[in-house]
């Protein structure tokens, strides 16, 4: 079992910065991959990005260039950097993690707000 708490959200103006956090409570070290989504309201859930164990990242195009998904294996933590935000980031963002011979597991998620 594992959990996952996202933290970091907020409210900000356009072109601001903000880095969300997702703790995990087990070593993340060896989780094949973590991820993050976001949803906003009327809209499906999507993609963000994508670090592996290996420390390689993948993000999706509307994010890439702005935003930097980290992760810190001694704090069981991942991270994502978010810079330049606009107002089409404003959804509930969420993690995910991926282990090896597991099931995936979710964050409860936490609201990012952008106006412009």
């Known amino acids: 079992q594992v959990q996952l708490v996202e933290s970091g959200g907020g409210s900000v103006q356009a072109g601001e910065s903000l880095r969300l956090s997702c703790a995990a409570s087990?070593?993340?070290?060896?989780?094949?991959?973590m991820r993050w989504y976001r949803q906003a309201p009327g809209k499906r859930r999507e993609w963000v990005a994508t670090?592996?164990?290996?420390?390689?990242?993948n993000y999706a195009d509307s994010v890439k260039g702005r935003f930097t998904i980290s992760r810190d294996n001694a704090k069981n933590t991942v991270y994502l950097q978010m810079n330049s935000l606009k107002p089409e980031d404003t959804a509930t963002y969420s993690c995910?993690?991926?282990?090896?011979?597991?099931?995936?597991?979710w964050g409860q998620g936490t609201q990012v707000t952008v106006s412009s």
């Open positions: 995910l993690a991926a282990p090896y011979r597991d099931r995936d597991y």
């Open positions: 087990i070593s993340i070290f060896s989780i094949r991959q």
């Open positions: 670090i592996t164990d290996g420390g390689i990242t």
